[in-house]
């Protein structure tokens, strides 16, 4: 089915709750469906792709089409001794799919949970959380492009990085994910050595999976705000990777900072971190601020317009530009 509205609110389609329209906004539930608007030249120039809207700042009203896949369902699609295959819709709930696999005893995406959004924006973003990226348990995704040419990419051709894929970069804008599919574990694997997991676990008699997922979701829910009471787009920056010649110059300066290796040459320094240093923490700037418990997490105070959020924004990584000499990136897609 396709649900097609004019001038319609996108409010509940991005967390941070920011008011916005769209001139033109499609949602359709099927292959077929998006297939027939391809052909049938629904989708015209402008347009724009989302997902659960975990990740976009509307700045302005959007004056084109806005496409919203609520392809559901997830399948068994095989199954080894060891392992189980799966196909999610690009709709599916990501924390529903989650749910699914820790409720069916599969392990692999249980230190996702809670994480807003959907399946397929997950992919394209490469979430992650707790040590673990979508990118360990995605085998391939599925797409149409806007040219109505049906293509499914291997997690290699996906060139998956820290919150990046290959369709984050421009030329692939017209295509769109329709599945994604994924192997997780039929035998007991854990990933608990990040921060407090295991801290978290101790008033646990035994690990399980549904254990793992609920101190994970104890542990989000201390630092991170639910979008549904207080607007917010969970990280709103990425976490910098800095040259280890400028990571040691700093750890000279400020040995209490917190840091991870990448690899030989790199390591990733937490935002959040470099934030607080900077005196952002639960600061207000017009209608949002950056979150008294985490500070990497922008919110809405009520009512906030894109243009606060962008003020806000350029505030504090002109801070940190001229404390530190990093640039700090928006993990948001900021739509200007
Ligand atoms: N920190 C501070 N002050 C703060 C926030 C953090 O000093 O206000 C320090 C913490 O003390 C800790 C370090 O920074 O030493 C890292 O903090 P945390 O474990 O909270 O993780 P993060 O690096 O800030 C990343 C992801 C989160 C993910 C967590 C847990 C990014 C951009 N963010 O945050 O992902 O949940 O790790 O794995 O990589 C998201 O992408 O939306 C998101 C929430």
């Given at each position: 089915m396709i649900h097609e509205y004019r001038n319609y609110p996108l409010r509940a389609h991005n967390t941070l709750g920011i008011e916005a329209m769209a001139s033109?906004?499609?949602?359709?539930d099927a292959v077929d469906d998006i297939r027939l608007l391809i052909t049938q030249k629904h989708i015209q120039?402008?347009?724009?792709?989302?997902?659960?809207?975990?990740?976009?700042?509307?700045?302005?009203?959007?004056?084109?089409?806005?496409?919203?896949s609520c392809i559901r369902g997830?399948?068994?699609?095989?199954?080894?001794?060891?392992?189980?295959?799966?196909?999610?819709?690009?709709?599916?709930?990501?924390?529903?799919?989650?749910?699914?696999?820790?409720?069916?005893e599969w392990y692999g995406a249980e230190n996702l949970s809670d994480i807003p959004g959907e399946v397929g924006?997950?992919?394209?973003?490469?979430?992650?959380?707790?040590?673990?990226?979508?990118?360990?348990?995605?085998?391939?995704?599925?797409?149409?492009?806007?040219?109505?040419v049906?293509?499914?990419?291997?997690?290699?051709?996906?060139?998956?990085?820290?919150?990046?894929?290959v369709f984050k970069e421009p030329s692939?804008?017209?295509?769109?994910?329709?599945?994604?599919?994924?192997?997780?574990?039929?035998?007991?694997?854990y990933k608990l050595d990040y921060?407090?997991?295991?801290?978290?676990?101790?008033?646990?008699?035994?690990f399980t999976l549904k254990n793992i997922r609920q101190a994970i979701l104890d542990i989000r829910n201390v630092k991170l705000p639910d979008p549904k009471v207080l607007g917010n787009a969970g990280s709103f920056f990425m976490n910098p990777i800095v040259p280890k010649d400028i990571f040691h110059h700093l750890l000279t300066l400020y040995p209490?900072?917190?840091?991870?290796?990448?690899?030989?040459?790199?390591?990733?320094?937490?935002?959040?971190?470099?934030?607080?240093?900077?005196?952002?923490?639960?600061?207000?700037?017009?209608?949002?601020?950056?979150?008294?418990?985490?500070a990497l997490v922008l919110v809405n105070n009520g009512g906030a317009s894109g243009a606060e959020v962008i003020a806000l924004c350029e505030a504090v990584r002109n801070s940190v530009r001229e404390k530190f000499n990093i640039e700090i990136k928006p993990e948001v897609k900021i739509l200007t």
């Amino acid at each position: 089915m396709i649900h097609e509205y004019r001038n319609y609110p996108l409010r509940a389609h991005n967390t941070l709750g920011i008011e916005a329209m769209a001139s033109h906004f499609i949602e359709y539930d099927a292959v077929d469906d998006i297939r027939l608007l391809i052909t049938q030249k629904h989708i015209q120039t402008p347009y724009l792709h989302i997902g659960g809207g975990s990740n976009l700042l509307f700045a302005n009203n959007y004056n084109g089409t806005v496409l919203h896949s609520c392809i559901r369902g997830i399948e068994v699609t095989g199954e080894t001794k060891d392992d189980v295959f799966l196909k999610a819709g690009a709709g599916v709930i990501w924390d529903e799919f989650v749910q699914y696999c820790v409720n069916h005893e599969w392990y692999g995406a249980e230190n996702l949970s809670d994480i807003p959004g959907e399946v397929g924006a997950s992919a394209v973003q490469n979430i992650g959380a707790y040590g673990v990226e979508a990118k360990d348990i995605i085998t391939r995704v599925e797409t149409i492009s806007v040219n109505g040419v049906e293509r499914v990419f291997s997690a290699d051709e996906c060139n998956f990085s820290y919150r990046h894929s290959v369709f984050k970069e421009p030329s692939l804008k017209g295509v769109f994910i329709t599945y994604v599919h994924y192997k997780l574990s039929k035998i007991p694997v854990y990933k608990l050595d990040y921060g407090s997991i295991r801290e978290e676990l101790k008033k646990y008699s035994c690990f399980t999976l549904k254990n793992i997922r609920q101190a994970i979701l104890d542990i989000r829910n201390v630092k991170l705000p639910d979008p549904k009471v207080l607007g917010n787009a969970g990280s709103f920056f990425m976490n910098p990777i800095v040259p280890k010649d400028i990571f040691h110059h700093l750890l000279t300066l400020y040995p209490a900072m917190p840091y991870y290796e990448v690899d030989a040459e790199r390591v990733k320094i937490p935002a959040g971190w470099l934030i607080e240093q900077c005196g952002w923490k639960g600061k207000s700037l017009g209608n949002v601020r950056m979150y008294e418990k985490q500070a990497l997490v922008l919110v809405n105070n009520g009512g906030a317009s894109g243009a606060e959020v962008i003020a806000l924004c350029e505030a504090v990584r002109n801070s940190v530009r001229e404390k530190f000499n990093i640039e700090i990136k928006p993990e948001v897609k900021i739509l200007t």
